[in-house]
């Protein structure tokens, strides 16, 4: 695809749980209205959510993927809820450390434990599930790419196996590269993807986790550099390689995209003091921001990873992914005040992304892009 972007978009809209408060402080109801109130049309369900909703209802959390009557019964009523509130539930997530696993009876048992959620997707009224890249790092586990789509060749053929069995909708895997794993570019993602060769497995987008490693640098007080010192530099990598993704994933192959922006860091307040935590982590769950919030410090040009998925011809949800300490704070305001902050912000991603030249058309297009977005930057971020 080489022309413009249309100024508007057929994507609906869409929100994850845990971007709507800490299920600590917050019932997944009352998150539910909120989102629904601000008119987001897609629910991306994440498991601790779930889980607590099973207790509220009196059934234990641990056990939230047993397929008893009573489990079921609470799945379909949350799925009757999210319906009745003028939403769909667009998935669950996260599965973690799934693919990889070198001893058999453990990679036979994990694998298992996906093919559990498959009667509560069905209750739920949901088609995906998907999964984060490995980021175990030990000996027992590989990143080889045959075995790793071997593995997501499994999870797609037991999905397939099962929607046989019942008759539903055909269940579907996403893969999901994350900026701290092996796996941490939507290339080498992709790739797996691709040699996984399965209809019903398909590419997660989350412009965090590119633009986390594709960008960014959360320990360069500019916030990028990660190669090159300038802005425009660090950018100009980024739309090479978003350029593409256009030119070599077919829209139909993404299942989902996530979007988030995040906020400028002094380094020294994102410093792991662990060493099993990976570097990005208390950056990615404490500071994420919705999109263009550049007056809470939001400096990630997710503008072009919007545009770049949009290019491909994919028509599913735009959905936030945002993880911010804010949403940890007790009160009733908490989730409308996200929920609104969110919508705004997607309203001016889309404005913002269909307003870019096509910088996967070529040269000239690209350098147009980059002033733009640099542009956009450092008209409010002078730290940049």
């Excluded at 691709?194 to 590419?203: E, I, M, Q, S, Y």
């Excluded at 300038?230 to 990598?237: A, H, P, W």
């Excluded at 400028?264 to 990005?280: F, G, K, Q, Y």
């Excluded at 809470?296 to 290019?311: C, I, K, N, S, W």
Aim: glycine fraction near 8%; include cysteine; proline fraction near 7%.
């Amino acid at each position: 695809m080489s022309k413009p972007l249309p100024p508007t978009v057929a994507n609906e809209l869409g929100i994850a749980t845990l971007s709507l408060g800490n299920w600590r402080e917050h019932r997944l109801q009352s998150r539910l209205e909120a989102a629904a109130k601000a008119g987001y049309r897609w629910i991306d369900l994440f498991d601790e959510c779930w889980e607590n909703y099973l207790e509220e209802h009196g059934l234990p959390g641990d056990q939230m993927w047993e397929a008893t009557p009573e489990n079921l019964q609470v799945a379909r009523k949350l799925g009757n809820l999210v319906k009745s509130l003028g939403m769909r539930i667009a998935c669950t997530q996260p599965l973690r450390k799934i693919e990889g696993i070198k001893d058999p009876v453990e990679r036979r048992a994990t694998l298992d434990l996906v093919a559990k959620r498959f009667p509560f997707m069905r209750a739920f009224d949901t088609d995906l599930v998907f999964m984060c890249a490995n980021i175990r790092t030990d000996s027992g586990v590989t990143s080889d790419l045959n075995t790793v789509a071997k593995d997501l060749a499994e999870l797609g053929d037991m999905a397939a196996a099962f929607t046989k069995a019942d008759g539903g909708p055909m269940l579907k895997i996403g893969y999901e590269g994350l900026s701290w794993a092996v796996r941490n570019t939507w290339s080498s993602s992709w790739e797996a993807v691709r040699f996984a060769n399965r209809p019903n497995v398909g590419l997660i987008v989350d412009a965090f986790n590119i633009l986390a490693v594709e960008f960014a640098d959360p320990h360069n007080p500019d916030g990028h550099g990660r190669i090159f010192p300038t802005l425009g530099e660090s950018i100009e990598v980024l739309t090479a390689s978003l350029a593409a993704m256009v030119a070599t994933v077919p829209g139909d192959r993404i299942f989902f995209f996530q979007c988030g922006d995040a906020e400028l860091m002094n380094p020294a307040t994102i410093l792991s003091t662990e060493p099993d935590i990976p570097a990005r982590l208390p950056w990615s769950r404490g500071h994420r921001l919705f999109p263009l919030e550049q007056s809470r410090g939001g400096y990630m040009p997710v503008e072009l990873v919007a545009a770049a998925v949009l290019a491909t011809g994919y028509q599913g949800p735009i959905s936030l992914e945002v993880f911010n300490y804010s949403l940890n704070q007790p009160g009733e305001h908490i989730p409308e005040a996200h929920a609104a902050r969110g919508m705004c912000g997607l309203r001016k991603l889309i404005a913002v992304a269909t307003a870019l030249p096509p910088f996967w058309s070529g040269w000239l297009e690209a350098r147009k892009a980059v002033d733009m977005v640099v542009q956009r930057l450092r008209s409010n971020a002078s730290r940049l």
